[in-house]
């Protein structure tokens, strides 16, 4: 059976962890591919709100299979106030939450050599989250990282030792000021790493096949966005991992043949957090209100995200870099009292009107052009049904299929899993 892909499609923060929730009855496995717990992924259900970093969101449904994928990183440390939180609300996650022995594990000494590295910039900072997760993926590909696997074998604790004193070394290279006790977050570090070995571990490709050939429905999540991947995003600004398409393939040994659906979830505007260019970021009244009524912090860090208008040359191109075949509309409800949208169908780059995204977005280089369209004022929130949905709301979303030629199916207008509106079925 084919695995459908649910990805984002801008800067991350789109909303993928609501509807993964909404969706998880549908499947019977919810597997993450890539990222690690700089993703944060939030469910509002039962008037509470849950907020999920490297566990897959479908972790609050009874009969279904949560699997962490080979491409993803685990901090033991906050994988562990994850489970600690589940606990608090009586979910059975160990009956449910596998993990796979070739995920790679963050050391203390990678979210100190992060820092250092961040710090060592200066004003030229990429915005890390000094989560460790670009130090872990520079190790994996250094072929020096350690994996779940090695936690169940007897000579792990001396492999970790000699990579940490490594780390050590390379961290009084940077000559910045970090100050650290070793000693002390090694304590937290090997509590997790105990927590970590109560779980089940697996050989995840092999489940994922056996899973396909017996049937089973998988739906692979994605952590950030597609504007954040390493190949395609906008870089240096971007994450260590394939937040796109193709990182789910290798993020769970899954055969391009063998990818269904992909689902694009986008904002009804655009944020974006930390350093990076961003053609359509405002810095006036519009740009405040949609951060104040979209609650735009950053759900792992509280960092306030940068808003604007939304991208339709970016979008476009995330769409085509990953194969979309169903848009998902996230935060309509907050453009609600705009008496006018704006959304950038094209660039104009260095004098010159194009359509696509170029090699350089930054603001010397591209200036966004847009097309206006008459917003609306009614208030979203408690409607449940598509015949409630205002004129000009489905004349906003009308216009945007008609531009990416992709269906938009399903439009949220609030935060919680009720207020969730599928357009049409597919």
């Known amino acids: 059976m084919a695995v459908d892909l649910l990805l984002g499609l801008q800067w991350g923060d789109e909303g993928k962890g609501k509807i993964v929730d909404v969706f998880t009855s549908k499947y019977d496995i919810i597997a993450r591919f890539q990222g690690g717990p700089n993703a944060g992924h939030t469910l509002v259900f039962n008037g509470r709100k849950h907020v ?34 589940l606990d608090e609300q009586n979910v059975d996650y160990k009956k449910s939450l596998y993990i796979s022995r070739k995920a790679h594990i963050i050391l203390p000494t990678h979210r100190l050599l992060d820092a250092a590295s961040e710090a060592s910039k200066g ?86 096949h056996q899973a396909q050939t017996a049937g089973q429905s998988i739906l ?84 306030p995200r940068r808003c604007g208008w939304l991208d339709l040359v970016a979008l476009r191109y995330a769409c085509q870099v990953n194969g979309v075949t169903q848009l998902i509309m996230m935060k309509g409800d907050v453009l609600s009292g705009f008496d006018t949208l704006k959304v950038c169908t094209a660039y104009n780059y260095k004098g010159e009107t194009i359509n696509h995204l170029p090699y350089n977005i930054e603001a010397e280089n591209v200036s966004p052009i847009y097309t206006d ?5 009614e208030d979203l929130t408690a409607m449940t049904e598509a015949s409630q949905l205002p004129k000009e709301f489905n004349d906003y979303v009308e216009f945007l299929e008609n531009e990416l030629s992709i269906p938009i199916t399903i439009v949220s207008v609030g935060p919680d899993r009720k207020q969730t509106i599928v357009r049409k079925e597919l």
């Open 123 to 208: 004003k030229a900072k990429i915005g890390s989250t000094l989560k460790g997760i670009g130090p872990t993926y520079m190790d994996k590909t250094g072929r020096n990282g350690i994996r779940v696997g090695d936690i169940e074998l007897s000579n792990w604790k001396k492999k970790y030792r000699a990579l940490a004193d490594k780390h050590e070394a390379m961290i009084d290279f940077y000559d910045v000021d970090i100050q650290y006790d070793l000693e002390d977050l090694e304590t937290d570090f090997f509590e997790g790493i105990n927590t970590l070995k109560t779980l089940k571990f697996i050989d995840s490709e092999e489940y994922i």
């Open 220 to 303: 692979a999540e994605g952590a950030q966005g597609s504007l954040l991947d390493i190949d395609f995003g906008t870089y240096p600004f971007v994450t260590s991992s394939n937040t796109t398409a193709a990182g789910a393939c290798t993020g769970l040994g899954v055969a391009p043949s063998k990818i269904g659906d992909v689902f694009g979830i986008f904002k009804a505007y655009t944020t974006r957090v930390g350093s990076g260019p961003f053609p359509t970021e405002l810095f006036d009244e519009a740009g405040e209100t949609m951060g104040r009524v979209g609650h735009e912090f950053g759900a792992t860090t509280g960092r």
């Open 52 to 85: 999920l970093h490297t566990i897959p969101s479908g972790i609050f449904h009874d009969n279904t299979i949560n699997l962490v994928g080979n491409g993803v990183v685990i901090d033991p440390v906050i994988f562990k106030k994850e489970l600690d939180k």
């Open 373 to 377: 369209i008459k917003g609306w004022s």
